[in-house]
């Protein structure tokens, strides 16, 4: 009879003390993966696209859209335009249907980039498409996420055309 009296105090102490714990921890979200996480994933480099990523989207399907900070520019081989919104299909090893990414030729034009491809397996080179032309450039250039500039530099900033004093245009004039 003691031990049973015992065992009804000491039974609900038990259930007490049990249902006074907090639940087991949960494991916290894990972040979702940087756009420069996911490029590589693709066997694309992370460093097509600039550092001032502020949310992106990617369905099922491939289809993306990359949102800027602002619109910007960014100097590989050429000088490079991105729109603030970039959007296009992302699949291994290319990305089709691209949109918002322009690309300066002879110093005043900019042309549209359509794709972008890169060999599988990989190698040192990747494939820009404007229009109908095909433009292979060298790969480690891609390779670190570059900063955005507000503005493109142009010829005129890099090269210092002489200004000629009248004394000179006589001169050439005489001669």
């Known amino acids: 009879m003691a031990k049973l009296n015992y065992l009804l105090l000491i039974f609900p102490l038990l259930i007490l003390s049990a249902s ?3 639940p087991p921890p949960t494991a916290a979200p894990t972040p979702a993966p940087t756009v420069y996480e996911i490029l590589p994933k693709y ?3 992370s460093g097509l696209l600039p550092d001032s990523v502020t949310n992106y989207t990617l369905s099922e399907d491939g289809d993306f859209e990359v949102t800027l900070a602002k619109p ?3 100097e590989f081989d050429y000088t490079v ?3 603030k919104t970039i959007s296009g299909k992302l699949s291994i090893g290319s990305i089709t249907n691209l949109k918002g990414i322009q690309v300066q030729r002879f110093f005043f034009l900019w042309f549209d980039v359509d794709e972008i491809k890169v060999d599988l397996p990989p190698s ?3 494939y820009f498409t404007v229009g109908i032309i095909n433009k292979k450039l060298d790969l480690d250039q891609f390779v670190t996420v570059r900063s955005c500039k507000d503005k493109a530099v ?3 900033q890099i090269v210092q055309v002489p200004t000629l004093v009248d004394d000179d245009i006589s001169m050439l004039v005489t001669e």
């Open 154 to 156: 142009s010829l005129r």
């Open 72 to 74: 910007c520019y960014i």
């Open 20 to 22: 006074s714990q907090s």
């Open 81 to 83: 335009y991105y729109e």
């Open 43 to 45: 066997g694309l480099p």
């Open 124 to 126: 040192d080179s990747i």
